[in-house]
Structures are given as C-alpha cells and as structure tokens.
C-alpha cells in the first residue's frame, strides 16, 4: 500500500504529541509493508527536498513556493502548498492509495478543496483525517480569541476539513465528543482508533521508585489542567503537607488574558511555595531524558482539562508508572481506575486530593502491580498490531469511487439547503456581460469568452445606455456572431442590467461577466463539472486575479454563516449559476448600490436555502481601473450597503447573532475587513 502522511511536526525537524504520532504511525505502517511518504513543510529548503529516514520517504517543502505570503495568511498558505506539491508529485508517480492528515491547523484543507473542486489529481484518492487537539478547540480552553483573526479562519478551515474528509480518525472518544459541541457530526463517518505506540517494557522498571515522588509531564499550559493542579496543591498545602510537585516540561506558553508566560504566572501565584522547595522545575527535557526523568516516580499527573489522547500519558503507563489521570480526556479510557492506574474528576470537590491521598498510601507492591497493569493496558491497546488491524478495518471500508451527491459545507444553513438536480438536461450556457461605454475592453472580454473549452454556450451583451460614440461600432461587430446577442436598453444601472440579461438567458446554467473583464480558458468547464456533482451546491466562483493598475490575487472562499453575512468571501462579478437559484433568490437589488448589489444577492440565495463554492484558483481576471467602483467604494457606502442588507434579512443574522457579535467584538467593522486569514 502507498501511504502518503501530512503533518507539520516529525522528528527529527520537531517534537510534540503530532511528531510522536507521526513517527510511530509511519514506522507501523512500514513494519506491515506499506510504502510511507511523510510530508512536511520546512523553510529552510529553498523549493523541494527528498530523504529517507528509517525507510520512511520524507519530502520537506518551503511553505511560499507558490509566492502567496502577501495574499494568504500562513496557516490557508501552508495548506495551499501541501495541496500544489502533492499535485506534483501525483503527476510525476501516481496517485496514493491513502492520503492522511492532521486536523490541526487544517493542513488538509486545500487538498480536500482540489478533490471536491474534482481536479483530477485528487479524484478517487480518499483522505483521511487523523484528530489530535483542533486550534477551536485548545485556543478556547486556553482562553485564547478564538473569533479573532486569523485565529477565527483556522478553526473555520478545521471544521470544514472534519466534515469534508473521507473518514475520520480519532484517538479517543472524548475528543469526538467535545468537537460535537462545536460542529455537526453526526453525518461525519468517524471512528475511534488509539494511536499506535511501540515500547519495551521492563518488567522490573515498575518496581522501581521513589516514595512521594510525585511528576507532572507535560507543557504548562491551561488545557493540562494547570491552574487547577497548582489550587488543588495549595489546599494540600496549606493543610501543612510538604509533598513536592516536580513540575516536568515548557513552561514558555503564553497566557493572553494576561499576557504573561504560564511560568511568569506559576512563579508570580505560587512563589512562597517555591520558596519552601515545594515546588521544583525541570523544564522541557528531550526525548531521551524523559525516561530518566520519570524512571522513579511514585506517581504521574496528568491533570487535563480537555484532551485528547496525550503522549505524556501513554509514554508514562509504558514505563510501567502510576498514573493519576483526570477523567476529562481520552487519557482515561485507557486506564482501569484502581487497576492500571487512578482517575480523579475536575467536576467533584475534593476528588483530586482523595486520590492522591490514595496513591501515595499504596504499599510499594501495589504500586508495582499498578505499573505492569498500565503498561499492559498500554500494549494492549496499542501496539502496532492492535491498531493497525483496526485502522485497515477502517480503510478496506472506504469505497473510493463513491461520488458525493451534497457539498460537505463546514456551516448547516439556518434552514434546510436548496436541491436542484445536478447534471441538468439542457447543458447550454449563457453569459451575461452588461456593457456600459466599454468599447476599449469589450472584444478583449468576448474574446475570452468565445476561447472557452467549454462550448454549449452564448454569450448576450446587454447595453445599458451607453453615450460613448464608439459603442454602435464596437457592438455592431459581434451582433452577427452565432454565439453572441446583443441588446439595448435605457440606462438603468448594473442590478438591473444583469436581472434583464438573465431574463433572456436560454440555459440551465448562469454566469455574468463585465465587460471590461476575462476568464480562463477552463473556467466555466471546471465551474460546471462541480454544479453537476452536487444537488446542493447552486452557484461557484473563483480566486480572482486583478490586472490594470493593480495585480493582486484575491484568494476567496466557500461563502459560509456566520462570516459571509459580515463580509463577501467571493467576487460576485463572475459567477456560474444554476439558472433556476439565480430567477429564484438572486435577483439583484438596486436599493443595495453602490457595486454590492452582487453582494446582495448572495445574502439572498442563502437566506433561501441556496449554496456555493469556490474553485481554489485565480480563473477570473478583475481589471481595476482608475474609475471602477472598486476604487470608489468608501466607508460611508459600505456601512450603507451593509446596513441595508442586514435589515433586508433580519431572521438570517438574527440566527447568527451571537457569532456576529463576537466576530465584530473581535475584529472591528466587517466593512473594514480584507482577508480572514
């Protein structure tokens, strides 16, 4: 089996509970057979680079090869390359059989993007999404800004990667549960797999320790459980008990509401306990320390708050130590209370301490037999052969020719989505181009569109008006070509130009284009592909390229609730419908003005139910002009067009009027927002 892995941490470039996974997957997955490529961004490769470590092919990347630093923040960019150098390398070697990735940080979303965008490289391939602690999540039990930016758009991109993969994986059951309180699942094929972990476990290690030695491993951080730890040692304290809490792993992590180190913090609160030597640090240790360091202890805390499945302990029971774990987290499912190990819950008074009192009262062959139970635990559930049998369950259950019917969206509607028949019998094509004194663009316009590969199209030219002299001839030209129509009407302005020219449009499907802009070759074939895969997906765009005095990418996005409705994520000016979505809610509204009517009418096929999606490419190409109502649009006209649009549809923002007010709590005015990310 060809089994290419994503992750941003494997050793030797980094360490953390990801690189342990990572390392300990690839070696399983290569003990059984399996040809394994391990993809990973690193900066200090200039493009590409290639090596093998312990048979596992490694393939390193520079996170900017594509030069998209000024037009995607860091974490949507590092996913861009994963997606643009596993297209590359599928070109050069074929396709996997598996792809797998990391849910953190959303490193698989432009990958999932390309397959459900069907670029061909991707088609049949299924990824697999392996859950070890989402940024929505730490960031709120770290009691970080999760509706910040781009800390917002992070947790956005990870939703959308759990519901877009084609299966789930996680550690722990716990995890699954918490991420339910954050997004839909239930329609989500998830399973509950341990990570993989390879030992050797010495019997007699167990009965080696020291009495009352008692070790937190792991990172200062609030989601461990910290704060709690330290208030649940002051009362044993406080009650004159001189345990000493040796305190193993970084303490550099910050805290932001008060923006100090959680060691500052530990140091500050707890400093006339230090003082007394009850409590002492080591810091972070390497790989190769952590058993010395944890070798003769009596006892392991890993107080969680909120966890997955973590190393600190799994690597702990492995040796054969006591572990003393909180029930919140995966950690406790692999612990038998009282047998393999000791379970306090955060929830009920005095829990912490009974148990402590419990484990420290063991005689030393208690403990001993403790410590082989916990790693028997370990190994059991475990090793190498016990997950990879249960893992290949899993994928010899993936049909990789299934094709989706409906879009899987990060965000449900407030209401039930739109279904119009995809792969519709009238295949033809209009696009709309509404033209107003255009006549130094126009053909270059046409002539994108008549380069087109895909060719059951017309093209309708829609003169609004024009006083230019030079209109009648630059017009009179295309009236006879077979695929162009050209009307004239009295100038009413571009809303109602675009709803008259749909009014004439003969296809199922729908696009407008202004008249001083073009398209690729393949857009509207790659457009329609995706119109014709999904029941539910109603309208999709793309990335859009500026040209004339400005030459930026504009990188757009799926338009989703709660964000769209603060501000646009897709250029509206080029747009491919399902033509019925269009007549039916998209219809611009003049009373919107000021170059948002399009904007406007994407507010309006939501609130009824109809969906898009965007291309993860620049296929449309925006001309910026000294005079475009791009440059002309100012505050005060965004803050009208926003305020009308809001009271236009008061029951959608209401539905999302809490998200609405934290993001703008957060963030400011939507109308001054540019890119999430």
Not at 112 to 117: A, E, I, N
Not at 473 to 488: G, I, N, T
Not at 548 to 553: A, L, M, Q, V
Request: aromatic share 14%.
């Amino acid at each position: 089996m060809n089994y290419w892995i994503l992750t941003t941490e494997y050793p030797p470039l980094f360490g953390g509970g990801i690189s342990t996974y990572c390392r300990e997957a690839a070696r399983m997955h290569t003990l059984y057979g399996d040809k394994v490529t391990v993809f990973i961004p690193d900066d200090s490769v200039t493009d590409v680079n290639v090596a093998t470590y312990d048979e596992v092919r490694v393939v390193s990347f520079n996170s900017n090869r594509s030069q998209l630093a000024n037009h995607l923040g860091y974490i949507p960019r590092l996913s861009y390359e994963f997606a643009i150098v596993l297209r590359e390398f599928i070109a050069k070697e074929g396709k996997p059989d598996f792809i797998e990735a990391q849910e953190y940080l959303a490193i698989a979303y432009y990958p999932l993007q390309f397959k459900l965008m069907k670029v061909p490289e991707f088609e049949n391939v299924p990824v697999i999404l392996i859950l070890h602690s989402p940024a929505f999540l730490y960031l709120y039990y770290n009691r970080e800004g999760i509706y910040e930016f781009p800390n917002y758009w992070t947790g956005e991109l990870e939703l959308s990667c759990i519901r877009s993969a084609d299966h789930v994986i996680a550690p722990s059951q716990y995890i699954v549960d918490e991420i339910r309180k954050f997004v839909p699942v239930d329609d989500v094929s998830i399973t509950v797999v341990r990570n993989p972990y390879k030992f050797s476990f010495v019997q007699e290690a167990a009965s080696v320790f020291k009495r009352n030695r008692i070790v937190f491993f792991g990172k200062l951080s609030p989601q461990k459980g910290v704060f709690e730890m330290f208030s649940y040692f002051k009362e044993i304290w406080d009650r004159g008990s001189d345990l000493v809490l040796n305190v193993v792993g970084g303490t550099e992590k910050v805290y932001y509401p008060e923006m100090k180190t959680m060691g500052q913090l530990i140091e500050d609160k707890y400093a006339e306990y230090i003082k007394k030597g009850l409590i002492s640090f080591r810091g972070k240790v390497s790989p190769s320390e952590k058993d010395e360091v944890l070798a003769d202890a009596h006892v392991v805390l890993i107080p969680s708050t909120n966890d997955n499945l973590p190393y600190a302990a799994i690597e702990a029971m492995g040796l054969g130590k006591v572990v003393l774990a909180s029930k919140q987290g995966g950690q406790a499912e692999l612990i038998e209370d009282g047998v393999s190990g000791f379970i306090f819950d955060h929830e009920v008074k005095g829990s912490f301490a009974n148990k402590l009192d419990e484990v420290l009262a063991l005689d030393n062959n208690s403990i001993t037999t403790t410590g082989i139970a916990a790693a028997d635990s370990i190994r059991d559930q475990l090793e190498y052969e016990t997950v990879y049998r249960q893992k290949m369950q899993v994928l010899s259950g993936i049909d990789k020719t299934l094709k989706r019917k409906h879009f899987p969206f990060a965000r449900p509607l407030h209401i039930p989505a739109q279904q119009l028949r995809a792969d519709l019998p009238n295949s033809l094509l209009s696009v709309v181009v509404p033209y107003y004194n255009m006549h130094i663009y126009i053909d270059d316009c046409i002539n994108s569109l008549l380069n087109t590969d895909y060719h059951q199209y017309e093209v309708i030219i829609v003169d609004d008006g024009s006083t230019a002299p030079e209109t009648k001839s630059a017009l009179a030209k295309w009236k006879d070509h077979p695929k162009v129509s050209v009307y004239q009407k009295e100038n009413e302005g571009l809303a109602y130009t675009r709803n008259y020219g749909a009014s004439k449009a003969k296809g199922n499907y729908l696009a407008f284009l202004d008249a001083d802009d073009t398209v690729a070759t393949s857009y509207y074939s790659k457009a329609i592909s995706v119109l014709n895969s999904y029941d539910d997906v109603s309208f999709v765009g793309s990335w859009v390229q500026f040209f004339g005095t400005k030459s930026d990418i504009w990188p757009t996005w799926n338009p989703e609730p709660p964000y769209v409705l603060l501000h646009n994520t897709m250029n509206t000016s080029a747009l491919v419908y399902k033509t019925a979505a269009f007549r039916a809610a998209g219809i611009n509204d003049k009373s919107v003005d000021y170059g948002l009517e399009d904007y406007g009418s994407i507010i309006s096929l939501l609130t009824s139910g109809y969906r898009g999606a965007v291309l993860p490419e620049a296929n449309f190409n925006y001309r910026i002009r000294p005079d475009s109502m791009y440059r002309s649009l100012t505050r005060y006209k965004a803050m009208y067009s926003h305020q009308y649009i809001s009271g236009k549809y008061p029951e959608l923002y209401k539905h999302y009027a809490s998200e609405i007010f934290s993001l703008v709590n957060a963030n400011g005015p939507s109308f001054a927002y540019d890119n999430p990310s």
